[in-house]
């Protein structure tokens, strides 16, 4: 049985090889999910400062 989360992701890809737009309940609940995913990022690893480590490695 496919799972709601697999759903979303596949309506997702369809929509950008289409060029069609997400409806916007799939959207809010990949939007919602990637914001999750965010912050638990931030919370193990803490926030990246890019621009440092850009100038960093052209040294």
């Given at each position: 049985?496919?799972?709601?989360?697999?759903?979303?992701?596949?309506?997702?890809?369809e929509?950008?090889?289409?060029?069609?737009?997400?409806?916007?309940?799939?959207?809010?609940?990949v939007?919602?999910?990637?914001?999750?995913?965010?912050?638990?990022?931030?919370?193990?690893?803490?926030?990246?400062?890019?621009?440092?480590?850009?100038?960093?490695?052209?040294e």
């Amino acid at each position: 049985m496919r799972t709601e989360t697999k759903l979303d992701m596949e309506a997702l890809l369809e929509s950008v090889l289409s060029g069609h737009p997400l409806d916007p309940e799939t959207a809010a609940k990949v939007r919602e999910e990637a914001e999750k995913i965010t912050e638990e990022i931030r919370r193990r690893c803490g926030t990246v400062d890019v621009v440092e480590l850009i100038r960093e490695a052209r040294e």
